[in-house]
């Protein structure tokens, strides 16, 4: 299995920015997908964003679509999400997620191999 340790959550104010982190380690990822979920409170995890880790197509969430960037770096295997123009609803635990099997949406929970710990991050108003 895929262990994934993220970093960079945190607190700040509406309209900073934070950019979060998710080291994997244990195995490669080869050509399928890496990406983030999100779950506020009370809500189900949902999508925000995914990239082919082998070409680097990236899809987004309408809800953050323009203002979050996802990006990684193949020979770090390290995933990132930049994150601008954060909004109050934005609050929630981030998770980084490898997925198997699956390079184009729907991005699922159900395909997701690895999950990492989670990162809270909260903006405030």
């Known amino acids: 299995q895929v262990q994934l340790v993220e970093s960079g959550g945190g607190l700040v104010q509406a309209g900073g920015s934070l950019r979060l982190s998710c080291a994997a380690s244990g195995r490669t990822f080869g050509s399928y997908s890496m990406g983030w979920f999100r779950q506020g409170p009370g809500s189900e995890r949902e999508f925000v964003a995914a990239i082919r880790w082998i070409g680097g197509n990236t899809w987004y969430a309408d809800s953050v679509k323009g203002r979050f960037t996802i990006s990684r770096d193949n020979a770090k295997n390290t995933l990132y999400l930049q994150m601008n123009s954060l909004k109050p609803e934005d609050t929630a635990i981030y998770y980084c997620?490898?997925?198997?099997?699956?390079?184009?949406?729907?991005?699922?929970?159900?395909?997701?191999?690895?999950w990492g710990q989670g990162t809270q991050v909260t903006v405030s108003s």
């Open positions: 997620a490898q997925f198997d099997r699956v390079t184009t949406p729907p991005w699922r929970t159900g395909n997701v191999g690895s």
